[in-house]
């Protein structure tokens, strides 16, 4: 089920600024990746690159080649909203719609489309997601309240289920845990554990202990001034980057010399 | 009075201050005096509160200033004349209510909700009398005000849709916002005089329902949109972004998660822009005329709205003899309309807002 | 402007990324249905403007060559039956104004700045309240009961203040005098004018009235050195949309006054000069279809005025906006 990602030569533009320029990596399916970099090197606005995201914002393009599973997402004739579909997507705050109860909200994919479910299939579909994202035990029982009624982080998961209802290859995150404490902090890394046996998993955090927590590589952004694009300084597997890395930029972010 | 907790000028730790309690002296011994001298000179009653006032205006800062020093008294001069704004604005509004329900209450009864303007047989005591129905008004007004909202409503909402989703500071954007600021001031009556301009092309004398409602429509669309593009302007981008990112299209987007997550604010706007535009006479005037008989068909004919029936029943009322009263009793209808139309819009608001209880 | 838009991208090919059917009917033509049906929204209100301007000029152009008999007894041809128009329009909205403003300011102020905490909410709602009365019920209300229960005031002050040009000649018995007209307007002027002063009187930054008060100004003080400077513009603009609305008003002036095509100041007479809005509604009843064409062309005459006068509004706001912004 999970899909790799193959990016070669992306640049990304908000108009005329170059944001971030020239990443090539290769995202392995059924991983953990991680990026992680000071702020403003752009690391979530690669990330948004890959589901297309990033060009809902006025003015933003794309140039450069993301591949999965043998498509180029940027290529011509693709649809976009497909693209999210494949390639889901949880922000740094957890966002459920506030118009819906719990259970319209792990629907939301299908109901948004107008998608006809059966009352059976749409039950299970809600079990199976809650249960992925860890929350069914401590909402089964309310499932018809309000999505906003729940705490930071058990929103945060349902916006996971909400995410992985859908039965996208490939999971977003975008520091998931930024606005959480550290109790749910750590059930949402939990579930990434669980979760990347069937997705593919790129997360961005500014957290770098959680980065070694939870990820199996790490890609490493920064600027090389204020002002110029954001690039990949260093991509390799997580236990490398965090004992030896190639690069001494790396070393002196990852053991706090700047950023 | 509550001016003394002001940061009053003029604070050395002991400087003289006027006592706590000094404003109320002031306003209690101005009413007494008010009231005397009234009575004195046999005044009438409206002058006593008036030289009340005046007294106040003038004793207060004067006080200060021997007591407290100039700048305290220009504070207390300006307090004063700021409650005096107050208390004379305050005067009109409760005098109009209490003028239309002292006057129309009378004339509220089942003959005027039931009846028409034709000339009425009754049956029993074998008397015809000259109309004194409302009930073709509230007809016409319903039918008018109905289409009005049929019309303004898609496109005033489509418009903030626009204007919010899609513009991104083009120069229609820029342009439709700036028209639809004029658009707020456009004359009531001149919205009358352009459906009249463009429905009489072919025939000057036509008449019908559906003009006033287009004029009512040239006078509600910038209210909708500038309530709805406030609305939706205040929903959040990462609900917008959090349904992108689930693989819906925009436009679903936009209908099912901007507009459901700010309906409740819309149709309170909606129903503010009715409420505004249900009192409207002018344009109705002009555009619709009026008459006596009951008109359900807006495509066709004359409509009697009730406005025009407060209107007619007034410049009639010194030859009809009860079209004062019906004129009275009109207004109280229309006011309580406008009335229960806020109240509504604020419950439906309520009702519809997103719910963040747990 | 954007180069890149989702929404607008071709559907081409089904997705092979994609492999669910469902989602594919959803993209493309839902998304071009209706960002056009948002664009031509936007683009009607343009064409509606226009065409207000474009049909009251049609309709309106016979109007400006009739008879000399149609525009008597009080003018011989449009334009000075327009101009003597206008000037009664004028004349009652800058008289409203002058009533208007004082009062409107002390509201926004007492309700930015004076009044405790639990009074200002509930004092700004009924000033919205006043708002909400149609303006027929005011016209009702001033011509049955303002004008009489004003008489002793405007005969009061045709005797003692009578040497002044506004209030001289011989007053009126029944009171249905331009005087009382501007009053009813100045309070139905009140509450937008109070609502835009008010706005930008709350939007003074707090840092700015701290630092006043904490050089040790007294309320007005403050309120005179770092309020009204900040909002003057606003205010400007608040009362010029007040005037906007005052020119446009219709029922409160045609069911005061009795009014006609004249030119004269003084206020408290029964020569009551007509304004534009208020002929229209007296002599639109009459039904001649020449008297109707000159009416739709002082009604454009209306519309440019008081479109003027709103536009100007509107951009000295925009303009206090940027400079803020």
Redo the contacts between chains.
């Keep these: 089920m999970a899909k790799s990602i193959d990016v070669s030569d992306v640049n990304i533009y908000y108009g005329d600024f170059l944001a971030v320029q020239g990443v090539n990596m290769s995202i392995r399916a059924g991983a953990v990746t991680a990026f992680i970099g000071p702020s403003g090197c752009g690391k979530s606005t690669f990330l948004r690159s890959l589901?297309?995201?990033h060009?809902?914002i006025?003015?933003?393009?794309v140039e450069g080649k993301i591949v999965?599973?043998?498509?180029d997402?940027y290529g011509?004739?693709?649809?976009?909203?497909?693209?999210?579909?494949?390639v889901?997507?949880v922000?740094q705050?957890p966002?459920?719609?506030?118009?819906m109860s719990i259970y319209d909200n792990v629907l939301?994919?299908s109901?948004?489309?107008?998608?006809k479910i059966k009352k059976a299939d749409a039950d299970e579909i809600v079990e199976r997601s809650l249960r992925g994202a860890n929350l069914w035990q401590e909402v089964k029982d309310r499932l018809g309240?309000?999505g906003?009624?729940l705490s930071g982080g058990q929103q945060q998961r349902l916006?996971i289920a909400?995410?992985i209802a859908?039965q996208p290859e490939i999971l977003l995150m975008d520091e998931p845990c930024s606005a959480l404490d550290p109790i749910s902090t750590s059930a949402v890394e939990d579930l990434i554990h669980q979760l990347k046996d069937d997705y593919t998993i790129v997360i961005v955090t500014h957290n770098m202990q959680q980065a070694a927590r939870v990820s199996d590589d790490t890609g490493f952004f920064n600027l090389k001034a204020t002002g110029e694009p954001g690039h990949l300084v260093e991509f390799n597997p997580t236990k490398k980057m965090f004992a030896n890395p190639d690069d001494p930029a790396t070393e002196a972010y990852i053991s706090g010399r700047f950023g | 009075m509550s001016v003394t907790t002001a940061p009053t000028g003029g604070i050395s730790l002991q400087g003289n201050r006027l006592p706590r309690f000094a404003p109320y002296v002031v306003v209690v011994g101005a009413v007494a005096l008010g009231a005397l001298v009234t009575m004195l000179l046999g005044l009438s009653w409206v002058a006593a509160p008036v030289l009340a006032v005046i007294v106040v205006d003038i004793a207060l800062p004067l006080w200060s200033r021997l007591v407290e020093g100039r700048r305290a008294a220009a504070n207390r001069g300006v307090t004063c004349l700021v409650w005096t704004a107050l208390g004379c604005t305050l005067v009109p509004l409760v005098w109009v209510l209490a003028e239309v329900v002292i006057k129309g209450a009378p004339g509220i009864n089942a003959h005027l909700l039931t009846h028409d303007g034709t000339p009425y047989f009754d049956p029993k005591t074998l008397v015809t009398t000259a109309g004194g129905g409302a009930f073709h008004a509230l007809v016409g007004t319903l039918m008018v005000t109905l289409c009005a909202v049929i019309i303004s409503v898609p496109v005033g909402l489509m418009t903030a849709v626009y204007l919010v989703e899609y513009a991104?500071?083009s120069w229609l954007a820029r342009g439709v916002t700036l028209m639809v600021d004029v658009m707020t001031g456009i004359p009531s009556i001149v919205a009358g005089l352009f459906a009249v301009a463009l429905f009489t092309l072919a025939d000057p004398s036509l008449r019908m329902g559906i003009m006033g409602s287009v004029a009512l429509s040239l006078l509600m669309i910038p209210t909708v949109v500038r309530s709805a593009e406030e609305m939706m302007r205040l929903v959040?981008n990462?609900?917008?972004?959090?349904?992108?990112?689930?693989?819906?299209?925009k436009w679903?987007?936009v209908l099912?998660?901007v507009l459901?997550?700010s309906?409740g604010g819309i149709i309170t706007g909606v129903m503010l822009a009715v409420s505004r535009v249900i009192g409207e006479t002018a344009p109705l005037l002009v555009a619709i005329g009026s008459i006596d008989e009951t008109n359900w068909n807006p495509f066709s004919g004359r409509m009697e709205t009730l406005p025009v029936f407060i209107m007619d029943n007034y410049t009639q009322g010194a030859t009809t003899p009860d079209g004062y009263k019906w004129a009275w009793s009109g207004a109280l209808l229309l006011i309580a309309i406008v009335m229960v139309l806020n109240l509504i819009a604020r419950i439906i608001g309520k009702i519809f807002a997103?719910?963040?209880?747990? | 402007?954007?180069?890149?838009e989702?929404q607008t991208?071709?559907?081409?090919?089904p997705?092979?990324?994609?492999e669910?059917p469902?989602?594919q009917p959803?993209?493309?033509w839902g998304d071009r249905i209706f960002s056009s049906a948002a664009f031509g929204a936007g683009l009607l209100i343009l064409l509606v403007l226009a065409a207000v301007f474009v049909f009251l000029a049609v309709q309106g152009a016979p109007g400006t060559h009739q008879a000399a008999s149609v525009y008597g007894p009080y003018a011989t041809n449009f334009w000075s039956y327009a101009g003597k128009l206008l000037f009664g329009t004028a004349l009652a909205a800058v008289l409203a104004m002058l009533i208007a403003v004082p009062f409107a300011l002390g509201l926004a102020l007492f309700i930015s700045h004076y009044a405790p905490r639990r009074l200002a909410v509930p004092v700004a709602y009924v000033i919205d309240l006043l708002a909400a009365v149609p303006s027929v019920v005011f016209g009702l209300w001033g011509g049955r009961a303002l004008t009489h229960a004003s008489l002793p005031v405007q005969h009061w002050l045709n005797q003692h203040l009578g040497w002044f040009p506004l209030f001289g000649g011989t007053p009126s018995s029944t009171g249905h005098t331009v005087f009382i007209a501007a009053v009813v307007l100045s309070i139905m002027v009140i509450p937008i004018t109070t609502a835009i002063a008010r706005e930008v009187f709350q939007q003074t930054p707090k840092l700015l009235e701290e630092a006043a008060l904490g050089l040790g100004a007294t309320r007005w003080e403050m309120i005179k050195y770092a309020v009204l400077p900040h909002s003057r513009s606003g205010v400007v603009a608040g009362a010029m949309l007040g005037l906007g609305r005052a020119l446009g008003e219709t029922m409160a002036v045609a069911m005061v006054l009795n009014g006609n095509p004249l030119v004269s100041i003084r206020i408290l007479t029964t020569d009551s000069p007509a304004t534009i809005a208020s002929n229209i509604a007296n002599e639109y009843k009459n039904e001649d279809p020449h008297m109707q064409s000159v009416l739709i062309a002082t009604g454009l005459v209306l519309f440019v005025f008081t479109f003027l006068v709103n536009f100007a509004a509107r951009t000295i706001v925009t303009r206090a906006e940027r400079r803020l912004a």
Excluded: H, W
């Excluded at chain 1, 006025?58 to 393009?61: D, I, Q, V």
């Excluded at chain 1, 109901?111 to 998608?115: D, H, I, M, S």
């Excluded at chain 3, 402007?1 to 890149?4: A, D, K, V, Y």
């Design positions: 589901n297309r995201m060009e809902v006025p003015g933003a393009r999965v599973d043998g498509q997402l011509p004739g693709i649809d976009p909203v497909a693209v999210r579909r494949t889901g997507m922000f705050r966002n459920p719609f506030p118009t939301a994919g109901r948004l489309n107008a998608k309240k309000p906003m009624g916006c909400r995410a859908v | 991104r500071g959040p990462d609900l917008r972004e959090a349904a992108y990112a689930l693989g819906v299209p679903r987007t099912k998660v459901r997550t309906l997103p719910k963040t209880g747990r | 402007m954007s180069t890149i989702p991208v071709p559907e081409g090919p997705t092979p990324s994609d669910t469902e989602s959803v993209t493309g």
